[in-house]
């Protein structure tokens, strides 16, 4: 809910709204950050097989390794679509 307010205001506001946002401590991004990932934790509870985890893992790893988090998701779905096409066992 909170990203989409920042989204918004970013774009309504456009340079003053960047200008508001950079007003905001690093602590407090930080603290929602934290709590983004606290929500996604759950998620990890729904993956069934290890070739789920390893996707997830993948993805987790090429999001540190680059800037760019659609790299990362795109290498997902790349991944995800060559092992259920070969079916191969992790």
Do not use: H, Q
Not at 21 to 41: H, K, R, S, T, Y
Not at 51 to 60: Q, T, V
């Amino acid at each position: 809910m909170i990203g989409i307010f920042f989204v918004v205001v970013a774009l309504v506001l456009g340079e003053l709204g960047f200008t508001l946002l950079a007003l905001i401590p690093n602590a407090v991004l930080g603290v929602l950050l934290v709590f983004a990932g606290l929500e996604l934790c759950p998620l990890l509870r729904s993956l069934k097989s290890n070739e789920e985890y390893f996707i997830a893992l993948l993805i987790a790893g090429i999001a540190l390794a680059v800037a760019n988090m659609a790299w990362a998701f795109g290498a997902g779905i790349l991944a995800d679509l060559f092992i259920r096409r070969f079916k191969i066992k992790i």
